[in-house]
């Protein structure tokens, strides 16, 4: 399944000049949330994933799939004040402002396999921001996947060092 030709792109959100990747278009065919689901999970299946990772709120989504899909555990982080209990938090810059993430404290034990997944690796500051937490609570983390790369933005110099894997690039 061509998995492009079920993403819709609208101009200007959520400010004008940027070109927003719709999912919800791909994720609502039967057949496209399944190839999604398995084309994220692949790389990483007997890899000892202990936990995956979503980043609010796509990557809740695509997350909480993957996980299942790996018989692994779900770790939510959110944007501030979201969270109910004890939280770390990390600020980073977007394409279009800044913004920062939240995590429990008590969410990843010491040495314990991590996988971040989100929906889009843009300029790559929500994810170096998502790794910071995970390596402030001592987690080992195993990989960076996204269903999108935004190729020409060169998120991927943000995540130097880390394994990074996303299924379509633009």
Request: aromatic share 8%.
């Amino acid at each position: 399944m061509d998995l492009k030709q079920h993403i819709r792109h609208v101009p200007d959100f959520p400010k004008p000049g940027i070109l927003f990747y719709d999912i919800t278009t791909l994720l609502r065919n039967p057949g496209g949330l399944k190839a999604t689901i398995d084309r994220l999970s692949e790389p990483y299946e007997g890899k000892g994933i202990e936990a995956v990772i979503g980043i609010e709120s796509r990557g809740f989504i695509l997350g909480a799939t993957v996980a299942e899909r790996l018989g692994a555990g779900f770790i939510p982080i959110r944007k501030p004040g979201k969270l109910p209990a004890k939280s770390l938090r990390e600020s980073y810059a977007l394409e279009y402002g800044t913004d920062a993430l939240e995590i429990h404290e008590d969410a990843i034990q010491r040495g314990q396999r991590i996988l971040i997944v989100d929906d889009v690796l843009a300029t790559g500051g929500t994810a170096a921001a998502a790794a910071g937490l995970v390596k402030q609570l001592g987690g080992e983390l195993h990989g960076l996947a996204f269903l999108i790369e935004l190729s020409f933005l060169n998120g991927k110099s943000k995540l130097s060092g880390e394994q990074v894997y996303s299924v379509l690039q633009y």
